[in-house]
């Protein structure tokens, strides 16, 4: 494999071009910044993108000529510029993207990522993010790799022959690290909570963040739980070391932890290394419902922006200001829904940090709704889970304010009782 430089890899990109970038803790940083680099020779490039990790200077407003930023999910690096002239957002299930992608419908012209060096074999690794890069990646026209030693080498669907690989770039760089979050008392009280709703024998979808990791912390007395999700990170490590999680029982890919992307630290990288008992896979099928209710008890831990009394799940947006993207929430709801003895599951604080309250009478005008009221069973605060599964909508309204935080639960009723009569 020849190695050239950043600036001569990125040279391959021409105005107009469709250009796809590995994300998650895979972003190509050094690629991306070179890319950034050439805007005052470039115009219209449309970069596409799941959430990355790590600057996004061609989001920035300034460069809306030489780049326009077309997201299937908003991060925290582009959302101070999304909804403006050159930062769009694509509201899609993450099942279906790589589906569209490969039918034609959303052509690539280029794929810049970051994998392993090659093996005996010849082919390299998409590491720790395979989602829709694998698809990204079948389709594009050119491949501008970052070649690095430390992305670690995951089994699966993550594998591509370097002879598909058009421009390659050799760094050791550090792959992107988020660390455990320091959990607050109330994200304690919603992990014990939903620990409580999980079953021996059970399959987890969780997500990253602090309730997640509440969450897997009181799963330590469990027996053979089984992880089939669209992302992990370093929470599962001490469930995996004490035979906790197995995946003994699961009907689908039993014994395996079956993901398409991971965010964590060093330790989780090295963990998911050339790992049989890891199978990194293509993102449409790990998340297609049809695939994820063959496993039994799967529980799916999903969050909520805001929730109403009727419970409407809004997940991407606050009111019109979209702030993350659909992801895989309504896959996983809906798959486990359908899976036997399975348990959707919408966690979420009472308030936000400001005093404000996330179940409401009705969402902010303009508000996603990205998980429907018909799709929702269990809403879970730091005061208890709600079932929603078959009730009517003054049944729900009364669960739901039984959650809410005390301080909100009187004008909850008066505005329930105002929208919904003598239902309520």
Same mark, same amino acid.
């Given at each position: 494999?020849?190695?050239?430089?950043?600036?001569?890899?990125?040279?391959?990109?021409?105005?107009?071009?469709?250009?796809?970038?590995?994300?998650? #803790?895979? =972003?190509?940083?050094?690629?991306?910044?070179?890319?950034?680099?050439?805007? =005052? &020779?470039?115009? %219209?490039? &449309?970069?596409? $993108?799941?959430?990355?990790?790590?600057?996004?200077?061609?989001?920035?407003?300034?460069?809306? /000529?030489?780049?326009?930023?077309?997201?299937?999910?908003?991060?925290?690096?582009?959302?101070?510029?999304?909804?403006?002239?050159?930062?769009?957002?694509?509201?899609?299930?993450?099942?279906?993207?790589?589906?569209?992608?490969?039918?034609?419908?959303?052509?690539?012209?280029?794929?810049?990522?970051?994998?392993?060096?090659?093996?005996? $074999?010849?082919?390299?690794?998409?590491?720790?993010?395979?989602?829709?890069?694998?698809?990204?990646?079948?389709?594009?026209?050119?491949?501008? %790799?970052?070649?690095?030693?430390?992305?670690?080498?995951?089994?699966?669907?993550?594998?591509?022959?370097?002879?598909?690989?058009?421009?390659?770039?050799?760094?050791?760089?550090?792959?992107?690290?988020?660390?455990?979050?320091?959990?607050?008392? =109330?994200?304690?009280?919603?992990?014990? $909570?939903?620990?409580?709703?999980?079953?021996?024998?059970? +399959?987890?979808?969780?997500?990253?963040?602090?309730?997640?990791?509440?969450?897997?912390?009181?799963? +330590?007395?469990? /027996?053979?739980?089984?992880?089939?999700?669209?992302?992990?990170?370093?929470?599962?490590?001490?469930?995996?070391?004490?035979?906790?999680?197995?995946?003994?029982?699961?009907?689908? $890919?039993?014994?395996?932890?079956?993901?398409?992307?991971?965010?964590?630290?060093?330790?989780?990288?090295?963990?998911?290394?050339?790992?049989?008992?890891?199978?990194?896979?293509?993102?449409?099928?790990?998340?297609?419902? #049809?695939?994820?209710?063959?496993?039994?008890?799967?529980?799916?831990?999903?969050?909520?922006?805001?929730?109403?009394? =009727?419970?409407?799940?809004?997940?991407?947006?606050?009111?019109?200001?979209?702030?993350?993207?659909?992801?895989?929430?309504?896959?996983?709801?809906?798959?486990?829904?359908?899976?036997?003895?399975? /348990?959707?599951?919408?966690?979420?604080?009472?308030?936000?940090?400001?005093?404000?309250?996330?179940?409401?009478?009705?969402?902010?005008?303009?508000?996603?709704?990205?998980?429907?009221?018909?799709?929702?069973? *269990?809403?879970?605060?730091?005061?208890?889970?709600?079932?929603?599964?078959?009730?009517?909508?003054?049944?729900?309204?009364?669960?739901?304010?039984?959650?809410?935080?005390? #301080?909100?639960?009187?004008?909850?009723?008066? /505005?329930? *009782?105002?929208?919904?009569?003598?239902?309520?």
């Amino acid at each position: 494999m020849k190695f050239i430089s950043s600036e001569q890899a990125v040279a391959l990109v021409q105005s107009g071009d469709r250009v796809f970038i590995q994300g998650g #803790s895979a =972003t190509p940083q050094r690629l991306t910044d070179a890319l950034t680099a050439r805007h =005052t &020779e470039l115009e %219209a490039v &449309e970069i596409t $993108h799941l959430h990355t990790e790590g600057a996004a200077a061609y989001a920035r407003p300034e460069y809306a /000529k030489a780049f326009r930023v077309n997201a299937f999910f908003i991060g925290k690096n582009v959302r101070p510029y999304a909804n403006q002239v050159n930062v769009q957002y694509i509201p899609m299930f993450l099942s279906e993207i790589p589906l569209m992608i490969r039918r034609g419908r959303f052509p690539i012209d280029i794929a810049i990522i970051q994998v392993s060096p090659p093996d005996a $074999h010849g082919f390299c690794s998409l590491g720790i993010s395979v989602d829709i890069a694998s698809a990204a990646c079948g389709v594009a026209e050119k491949i501008i %790799a970052l070649v690095n030693p430390n992305m670690p080498r995951s089994l699966g669907d993550g594998l591509i022959h370097h002879s598909r690989i058009t421009a390659a770039v050799y760094a050791k760089d550090t792959i992107h690290e988020i660390k455990p979050s320091i959990l607050s008392e =109330t994200e304690k009280a919603i992990g014990k $909570h939903i620990a409580g709703l999980v079953e021996d024998g059970a +399959t987890l979808q969780m997500g990253i963040g602090a309730i997640p990791d509440a969450t897997l912390q009181f799963l +330590t007395h469990h /027996k053979d739980l089984g992880v089939h999700t669209e992302m992990f990170s370093d929470g599962i490590l001490p469930l995996v070391e004490k035979g906790i999680i197995n995946g003994r029982l699961k009907k689908k $890919h039993p014994g395996k932890i079956v993901s398409s992307f991971a965010m964590g630290t060093r330790q989780l990288y090295d963990f998911i290394h050339d790992n049989p008992e890891v199978a990194m896979l293509d993102v449409g099928y790990v998340n297609d419902t #049809s695939v994820i209710r063959k496993n039994n008890k799967v529980t799916a831990i999903n969050s909520a922006i805001e929730i109403d009394v =009727t419970g409407q799940v809004c997940a991407d947006s606050i009111g019109p200001r979209i702030f993350s993207g659909v992801g895989g929430q309504m896959d996983f709801i809906r798959g486990a829904s359908l899976s036997e003895g399975g /348990k959707p599951i919408i966690a979420l604080p009472s308030m936000t940090l400001k005093g404000v309250s996330k179940i409401v009478p009705t969402l902010k005008e303009g508000a996603g709704v990205v998980t429907t009221r018909a799709n929702v069973h *269990y809403v879970v605060t730091e005061y208890g889970v709600a079932d929603l599964y078959g009730k009517n909508i003054a049944q729900r309204a009364r669960a739901l304010i039984g959650i809410a935080h005390p #301080s909100q639960r009187e004008e909850l009723e008066r /505005k329930s *009782y105002e929208l919904y009569g003598k239902g309520w």
